[in-house]
Nanobody, 124 residues
Framework: QVQLVESGGGLVQAGGSLRLSCAAS????????MGWYRQAPGKQRELVAA???????NYGDSVKGRFTISRDSAKNTVYLQMNSLKPEDTAVYYC??????????????????WGQGTQVTISS
């Protein structure tokens, strides 16, 4: 079963830092784009940061200069280093990856996968 497992969320004070990790597991043939999204209560899910297989990055305007996305292709893992955190960063953070993998029926295919989400809470 292919899955994305996030870790690293928690509660920190404003101005602090957190590092999120997301590891892909299962029978995976290729991972293309990977990224982080977040969803705050009552708001739509929004892009935080994304990274291509070649290392090109893209950030949401609200996190530019504070967050850094990176990936370790050997470990099928993507990271999000979050610095200078603000209360408005509070949300559930979801990992996303476009992967070619073996699905539960044993059929290879390419689609987007999502992690279960990890809570990030920033206190003022």
């Amino acid at each position: 079963q292919v899955q994305l497992v996030e870790s690293g969320g928690g509660l920190v004070q404003a101005g602090g830092s957190l590092r999120l990790s997301c590891a892909a597991s299962g029978i995976i043939f290729r991972i293309d784009d990977m990224g982080w999204y977040r969803q705050a209560p009552g708001k739509q899910r929004e892009l935080v940061a994304a990274i291509t297989s070649g290392g090109t990055t893209n950030y949401g305007d609200s996190v530019k200069g504070r967050f850094t996305i990176s990936r370790d292709s050997a470990k099928n893992t993507v990271y999000l280093q979050m610095n200078s955190l603000k209360p408005e960063d509070t949300a559930v953070y979801y990992c996303n990856a476009q992967m070619r993998a073996l699905n539960s029926l044993g059929i290879p295919g390419t689609r987007a996968y999502w992690g279960q989400g990890t809570q990030v809470t920033i206190s003022s």
